[in-house]
């Protein structure tokens, strides 16, 4: 008798994993494991709000963070360039940014902490992999010096 009982649990549980799941069951979906992300991804977006060291104050919606970019500052003004960005033709100013987009999608936003939110307009010879550039109006009011930052993106 008791090895009828096990049995029957048994093929029970072997039921359950065998049966398929009703509509019911599904997990409801988590937006950041469903997008793909390269970083950290986060079960749910959040916001950050800072105030920059221009004064301005900048807040972003994000779900994943990327770690390891390089970013420096840079303007129009170098010698050769036109003063205008390649993805979007607008001038290069603070919230302006230049990337590999093979790395960061052209025309998408992200968040760079102590920066502010910046828009992928641009691309640079120098700019491969993990490399950004930050824009500023003039390099020389910038505040900006070469460092590793994290980027915050929003992916859907």
């Known amino acids: 008798m008791v090895q009828s009982i096990l049995l029957i649990g048994l093929a ?23 997008a793909e992300c390269d970083g950290v991804k986060l079960n749910y977006p959040r916001v950050i709000k800072e105030k920059l060291p221009n004064g301005k104050t900048s807040k972003f919606r994000y779900n994943c963070i990327r770690n390891g970019f390089i970013a420096s500052s840079y303007d129009g003004n170098c010698k ?22 093979d790395t960061i999608a052209p025309h998408s ?29 003039s390099v020389s009011q910038g505040w900006w010096s070469r460092r590793v930052t994290d980027i915050y993106t929003f992916v859907e």
């Not at 549980?13 to 979906?29: G, Q, V």
């Not at 050769?80 to 987009?101: K, L, Y």
């Not at 992200?110 to 109006?137: M, N, Q, S, T, W």
């Open 80 to 101: 050769g360039c036109s003063g205008r960005t390649h993805f979007t033709d607008e001038p290069v100013v603070w919230g302006i940014c230049a990337v590999d987009q």
């Open 12 to 34: 029970a549980t072997i039921a359950s994993f065998a049966a398929p799941k009703l509509k019911t069951d599904i997990e409801p979906k988590v937006l950041s494991a469903q």
């Open 109 to 137: 936003y992200f968040y760079v902490p102590g920066y502010g939110r910046c828009k992928a307009a641009d691309k640079g010879g120098a700019v491969k992999g993990k490399k950004i550039d930050l824009g500023f109006e």
